[in-house]
Antibody, heavy 121, light 112 residues
Framework: EVQLVESGGGLVQPGRSLRLSCAASGFTFDDYAMHWVRQAPGKGLEWVSGISWNSGSIGYADSVKGRFTISRDNAKNSLYLQMNSLRAEDTALYYC??????????????WGQGTMVTVSS | QSALTQPASVSGSPGQSITISCTGTSSDVGGYNYVSWYQQHPGKAPKLMIYDVSNRPSGVSNRFSGSKSGNTASLTISGLQAEDEADYYCSSYTSSSTLDWVFGGGTKLTVL
């Protein structure tokens, strides 16, 4: 079964850091681009960051550029999101999503259940 | 980069057809055939319904179809069923300097 399981969320103070992880199973991880998408409570989806199959192409939303870093470890079938200088507006459910293929333009065909990040003092 | 524009809500009766629009710019929807649509039920993860403007993933009902004209993409659901009631989001690949993907604000579909 194809599965993505996020972890690492929690309550964190503004200005602090948090690292999210996404464990993939049921498919050949290094054949696909991967992404992080977030959803603030009661709000819509926002693409956060994406990474190509070989980490050669990486992109970030304006709202997180310079603060968040995406990475992947193909040997461990894992995707990561290092989040620094967190702000209240980063509070959201963070989804890990798999691209349909290796290309940055491939849509997101598999989603995890999300991990909640709450930034508050 | 601004979010794509979707109507906040649409509604229809069982058996009817509805269309949800998604308006962007020549840098996203109009510039690429990489528009996708996602369905999200309350408390659930999004589900891919349409990719590359008009293609359906395996297992998605053929009642769902997508199209694009200029800077506007559309999702049409025919033969509305109660289980279609959900939030729908469009998304487009974009080559703007600091953003690869952009989502629409979402549309709440109510089946009357």
């Amino acid at each position: 079964e194809v599965q993505l399981v996020e972890s690492g969320g929690g309550l964190v103070q503004p200005g602090r850091s948090l690292r999210l992880s996404c464990a993939a199973s049921g498919f050949t991880f290094d054949d696909y681009a991967m992404h992080w998408v977030r959803q603030a409570p009661g709000k819509g989806l926002e693409w956060v960051s994406g990474i190509s199959w070989n980490s050669g192409s990486i992109g970030y939303a304006d709202s997180v550029k310079g603060r968040f870093t995406i990475s992947r470890d193909n040997a461990k079938n894992s995707l990561y999101l290092q989040m620094n200088s967190l702000r209240a507006e980063d509070t959201a459910l963070y989804y890990c999503a798999k691209g349909r293929g290796i290309h940055p333009h491939d849509a997101f065909d598999i989603w995890g259940q999300g991990t909640m990040v709450t930034v508050s003092s | 980069q601004s979010a794509l524009t979707q109507p906040a809500s649409v509604s229809g009766s069982p058996g009817q057809s509805i269309t949800i629009s998604c308006t962007g710019t020549s840098s996203d929807v109009g510039g690429y055939n990489y528009v996708s649509w996602y369905q999200q039920h309350p408390g659930k993860a999004p589900k891919l319904m349409i990719y590359d403007v008009s293609n359906r993933p395996s297992g998605v009902s053929n009642r769902f179809s997508g199209s694009k004209s200029g800077n506007t993409a559309s999702l049409t659901i025919s033969g509305l069923q109660a289980e279609d009631e959900a939030d729908y989001y469009c998304s487009s690949y974009t080559s703007s300097s600091t953003l690869d993907w952009v989502f629409g604000g979402g549309t709440k579909l109510t089946v009357l």
